[in-house]
Structure formats: structure tokens, C-alpha cells
């Protein structure tokens, strides 16, 4: 079956601008997760959505970020006014259950370059 | 606290050795599940086993083997005979009671053929 998918892979932004990425998880998973990965590092949380409810948002770096998932599906992650220290690749994850101990499985990722 | 660590940032094998990559782990939970994640150019992370802490049995898939020990804190994975196509950046990972996992720095792997 199709995987988790990520659009869009790439993405430039001038400083200032808003960015929206999207994802697509696999079919039927109720968790979904987004990290950020900057460049030579482990991916960081971000935020966690089981269905619709957004749960964990603890990660998110600063208000600027927002992210919704309204019909427990697809998500979209928003940065707003976005910085140079914004460049990373966001990568989203989906999870069968709900619970902790299931695998998350990955997407390709969009890498943001902001100018 | 959780933290994973990989202390091997980059490692070159010619192809056909043997290689072992170290993962070094921190929590305070008495449960929870390591990972590996492979991470190839294409840049999506491919899942590549998890083991609860329960469970430190070694397991093998293939050229795959992992070295579970509870008492060094330690996940380590070991290729057999290593093909070009393992190159890629291999991440260790954590997760305890919270729905989120804790990624090491990752270790780069380059097989020369």
C-alpha cells in the first residue's frame, strides 16, 4: 500500500513569507507526527495529532509555527514569517495506533530553504 | 531525561566487511522501545526494527543483527557483509511513555565498492 506522502518536497521561501506543507499519512492511521531536521542532525519532534485533537505541541520552536489536522487525515504544517534558522527538512510521520508502542513510519520529507 | 547517542559520525567500509554501528541510550523508564531508522539520499527514513526493553534478545534479519544489552545501555547494529547499497545515514532512536521519539545524530555509512 502507498506510504506516507509529503508534498511539497522542495520548497524556497523568501524571508517573511508564510510556508504551508502538507502531509498525507498512510491510510487508516490515526497518529500522525511532524519533526524538523536540520542539517546533519536526528529529526526533533515538533507535534503529534491523534485523529483531529492535537495532543503535543511541545515541540513547536515558537508561535510562528501551527499545525491542524482537521478531519483526522491530511495535515498541514504553517510557518508564518519564516527566518534563515526555519531551513530544515520537516518530516511527517503516520502510526497505526494510538498507542506508544507501535512504529511510526516516515515520509520523504520537504526540505524548506529559506533566502 | 532521554538522550541517544552516536558517537560514530561517519564510517567507510569497502564492500563485503563487516560493519557495526554504536548506539548508546539515557532514560529513567523502566519501558521503552528502541528503534533504527535507515535514512537514504532519497531522505525518507526507513524503519528497520524496534525492541521493547523488556525483550534483549539479539535478533537477525538477513545481513541484519542487533545487539540488545541492557546493562551498558546499548543498541548496536551490525551489517554483514556490507553492500553498496547500505550506504545511507542510519539513526538510533528512543521512545518511552511519550508519543514522540528521540533520534541520535545518526551515524553516515559509506561503502565503497
Known amino acids: 500500500g502507498a506510504g506516507v506522502s509529503q508534498s511539497p518536497r522542495y520548497k524556497v521561501a523568501k524571508r517573511g513569507q508564510d510556508v504551508a506543507l502538507r502531509c498525507d499519512p498512510i491510510?487508516?492511521?490515526?497518529?500522525l507526527f511532524w519533526y524538523q531536521q536540520a542539517l546533519g542532525q536526528g529529526p526533533e519532534f515538533l507535534t503529534y495529532f491523534q485523529n483531529e485533537a492535537q495532543l503535543d505541541k511541545s515541540g513547536l520552536p515558537s508561535d510562528r509555527f501551527f499545525a491542524e489536522r482537521p478531519e483526522g487525515s491530511v495535515s498541514t504544517l504553517k510557518i508564518q514569517r519564516t527566518q534563515q534558522e526555519d531551513s530544515a527538512v520537516y518530516l511527517c510521520a503516520s502510526r497505526r495506533l494510538a498507542g506508544y508502542t507501535d512504529t511510526q513510519y516516515f515520509g520523504p520529507g520537504t526540505r524548506l530553504t529559506v533566502l | 531525561a532521554q538522550k541517544v547517542t552516536q558517537a560514530q559520525t561517519e564510517i567507510s567500509v569497502v564492500e563485503k566487511e563487516d560493519v557495526t554501528l554504536d548506539c548508546v541510550y539515557e532514560?529513567?523508564?523502566?519501558?521503552?522501545?528502541l528503534f533504527w531508522y535507515k535514512q537514504p539520499p532519497s531522505g525518507e527514513l526507513v524503519f528497520l526494527i524496534r525492541r521493547n526493553s523488556f525483550d534483549e534478545q539479539n535478533e537477525i534479519s538477513g545481513r541484519y543483527s542487533w545487539n540488545f544489552q541492557k546493562s551498558t545501555s546499548s543498541f548496536n547494529f551490525t551489517i554483514t557483509a556490507s553492500q553498496v547499497v547500505d550506504s545511507a545515514v542510519y539513526f538510533c532512536?528512543?521512545?518511552?511513555?511519550?508519543?514522540?521519539?528521540?533520534f541520535g545524530t545518526g551515524t553516515r555509512l559509506t561503502v565503497i565498492p
Open positions: 491510510s487508516g492511521h490515526v497518529s
Open positions: 532514560t529513567r523508564d523502566t519501558t521503552y522501545y
Open positions: 532512536a528512543l521512545m518511552n511513555g511519550a508519543n514522540n521519539l528521540f
